[in-house]
């Protein structure tokens, strides 16, 4: 069933059941909001202009008021979608903080009127037999008496020269790249000039049409990384690729799921696929090289050194991509071997790099890199956070889909959501943060992570919780949902080795965020601004995260949910050369922290495992 | 039947009965000589190493001394290949002059040691923890510590670079085209180096294997430019240019035959294509356009513009070239639509651009392109010549082969050699401009170009000749063989007619010098030396063209015949870097005299007709 926000009108497809926010986050539109979709701190309004959603929640009534509610505003985390019918929404301003406040307290410089992909129209004077400049030099002649930037047709706009020079009479269009031109037009066309920015994830693959002359964000199509049928993790990607024949699988897989996105978004706009005249590309270090068809084997060992790690342009017919074949290819550079595009383009779109006061900006997908600084110093790093969080690797563990339990607060008894309100089938990655969050507080996990026993817990007044508990020692296991429950589910239950699974990547986080405080010389308390990017909101909720401990407390910062901030930066490099040049510089800016290579790191780690 | 040459020691395919002159001279390879092949300069000298030729001439005779004779002396336009045995033939020193002088006398600077495909030993440190630098920059760092000139790695390289530079510990090769890197190879590869200059002829295609290293040309082919079959003549080609599908065959015809010489020279060497890294092309603006898929269409327009006349340089894989993929294809700059690449290759080679006093450089081919003056100033100019020369359009005309009749002297009888000694089937350019030239001389043709009447040549005592005029006025015959011919070949005549196409052809180049003689100022006796090139002394004997009026006498001038000037042009180019800027930088330097703008070439065009 279809759902279009306003003021993008993109249209996209959402599950019965689904949270308007999960619709949104899955598209790239990022919502405000600060309690992580719990749906207390009323931030993540929206305003329904046609059809129907899940009726109010206590939690609309008391965050909105009468005005607002009769003006049809709802909470993007509450409001579900139920009916088959068309849904269009409008994101208030105040609602659609994120890329537009990233956009903005990033550089004013990095603007949409700075595009790198432009339209020229010429009227080129003819020749004569007094006269007999050749077609190139009589359009560089009138190029040179107009603009000071270079110019520079290659072969495909020579072949294209001759006809569209004499077919209305000297009058043509050059559409150009940087000082490239990539195609030639005859009279003063008007074609539109659009572009996409890739975000290509481990695990998920995004792409934004956006339109280059006016910023427009067109449309938006995600799969599922074709690459994951080899492995759902980076190693298992780089292992698949030791042969030739894997890297050239790996790179037709990601190229196929960029040119079916071409043609989702192309076609969702009502445009051609040569309409789409650049890309950018942002992903982490070894989804860079494997689009390339670079091996990254030696990423996986050590000392993990990249092949390259400066922006690449290519055209898109070297990559057999399915725009136009002159289009331009930019991928944004790497920071390290396992610090990537992506964190690139996180820098980027939060602008970290501009902060005058400590601020830390923390994108945890498949993995987790972070950095860590402000304009004077900044520093970055990786951790193998593994999927945990996504809800991978655990035993009851399941993407956020319908059925997934997503939330869980305890007081006498344990309480849950599950996504759609279904029967709970698992757990995904929000649900378990909030799970062992909770049963943290209460008592049921200490901190080493040890599921307390029964009897204990019996002894200390909690009966109600202790009958969840079974097993002993290594093969004790809580019961999220129980006998108890009437929605004929699933039994539901997290187990020892989980609270272990989830220590190993919080620990791997934590000692990561640790080991830069002291690098920089900083405590918890000088941190003033957290970026939260990736998962977080929609597998993490911030506020689970600081009760687990992933995070210090900060008690002096902001923490500013910036969603897909890698694919926000993206947009940016694809809509201003400023932004790419940035970008091009950044990567000289931050110092790579190799946590591997530090004598300390297996300390912190084993003390951040820790609840 | 198979002629080697050393020192290259080459093989190329003969035909019974050819001249080892017309061999040679078909495989590129270059024998000095002055009278264009008749046998009386006894500067065409080549020693006999195996192998058994035709019977000694009396010109070789009274030319050579006996101490030659024994030691195997012949020379190259009288000794014919007679069996079907391998010939191994040595071309002396003294007669090698073309290329050599050619190269010395042009510039020091052009020379081999100026190399721009080069390859070069690194040995790269390996990566640590400490110290992750990415394979790119570890390997831009030994560069930079060794050489001032910038390194580009582009994504072929970057591809290759992880493999070869683990295989030996960090020692590789990069094998590089001017400041981009081709290919990048594990050790310290000695893999051969090899270049391909390629002269694009509207008739002919050559190709020369050479040495990027050593300078030295390691195999020859040829073969008939397969655009042919659309026709003989460049308008021919551009009409079929007209549509998209006509262009995209005439491409693909020419990289066809491109890719065959490749083939047969590595093969004839022993190499790999991959092995051939570089190619350089010279050729008429049209068969430019037509290799690199661009329109000509406007070429045979008013007025006449080129798409492009700079120099353009293409990665092979982009041309379907059957080299190494990332070689780089150098094609020279055009000067004008009609004065193209291998003119600029014959300036380039004859080195006329340092002359201190004025020379002339004619190239006759199917066009006649010409560039007069000296350092001071150069201009150039393009006539359509059109085949004559090449005994096209002639009634009984045809290609220089067994059979046709190459040499014609008049005393009181007329006398004639066929090619092979063979009975006559026809009349070649060289012979039909004797036969012109002599006929012209014991006045059976008049100034005008009229065939005198038989009764007023009988009256004037040449009754020998008059009998073999018949027919009336424009429809008057002369033949060259008749029935007291004891070679029952066919009958050979000239036709009215065919005196009018050679006036066409003679008319319209001598027209050019005139108009250029006339734009800088100069009178015959200025000039003091005249580059033969093309068709001079395969087609036409320089004696000849004197005699003819096709040049002026030049009484003050060396004339210098210097064979396939095109393609020593374009070895130069392939061979040094400072030959390439020189040669980019030779259009700028030159005039383009368009004659069909000035409105006083047709009055000179009708004078020059006139004997």
Known sequence: MPVRFLPNDAQHEAQSGETILQVAERAGIPIERVCGGRGTCGKC?????????????????????????????????????????????????????????????????????????????????????????????????????????????????????????????????????????????????????????????????????????????????????????????????????????????????????????????????????EDVLAATVVGNTTMQHLLLGISPVHLARSPYVPVYTTAQCVAAKDLKLGCHPEACIWLLPNIAGWVGADTVAVLLATGIYLDAEPALAIDIGTNGEMAMGSRERLIACSTAAGPAFEGAHISCGMRASSGAIEQVWVDDEVHWRAIADAPARGVCGSGLVDAISELLRVGVIDNQGRMGNPEALAARGLRHLAHRLQGENRHRVFHLTGSDDSENGSLVSLTQRDVRELQLAKGAVR?????????????????????????????????????????????????????NAAGSGARQALLSYRACEIASELPSRVEYLELSGRPDFQEEFVEAMLF
């Not at 938006?220 to 042969?243: C, F, M, W």
Request: aromatic share 4%; with cysteine.
């Open 45 to 273: 309004r929206v305003v329904v202009v046609e059809g129907e959603l899940s009726p109010l929640t206590s939690s609309e009534r008391s965050s909105l008021s009468p005005e607002q509610l009769s003006a049809g505003y709802r909470l993007a985390c509450q409001a579900r979608v139920t009916s088959s019918e068309d849904v269009l929404l409008r994101i208030p301003a105040e609602s659609q903080v994120e890329p537009v406040r990233i956009l903005s307290s990033g550089t004013s410089d990095v603007a949409p009127q700075d595009p790198w992909v432009t339209r020229h129209h010429l009227q080129v004077p003819p020749a004569g037999l007094a006269d007999q400049t050749a077609d190139l030099d009589a359009v560089l002649a009138v190029w040179r008496s107009r603009y000071s930037d270079p110019l520079r047709l290659d072969l495909s706009a020579l072949r294209q020269l001759p006809a569209a020079l004499r077919e209305e009479d000297g009058r043509i269009t050059l559409i150009k790249a940087r000082d490239r031109v990539i195609d030639v037009r005859a009279g003063h066309a008007t074609t539109p000039l659009m572009g996409i920015a890739f975000d290509i994830g481990t695990t998920t693959v995004v792409g934004f049409l956006m339109d280059l002359e006016t910023g427009e964000e067109l449309a938006v199509a995600s799969e599922l990384n074709p690459q994951t049928k080899h492995g759902d993790n980076v190693i298992a990607r780089i292992e698949y690729a030791e042969s030739q024949a894997g890297l050239e699988s790996l790179q037709a897989e990601i190229v196929g799921a960029l040119n079916r996105i071409i043609d989702a978004t192309t076609k969702a706009e009502g445009c051609a696929r």
């Open 511 to 563: 000692a990561g965020i640790e080991i830069m405080m002291k690098e920089l010389g900083l405590h918890a308390e000088d941190i003033r601004k957290v970026y939260l990017a990736g998962a977080f909101g929609n597998y993490i909720q911030p506020s689970s995260a600081l009760g687990i401990g992933l995070l210090p407390s900060f008690p002096n910062a902001q923490l500013l949910p910036v969603g």
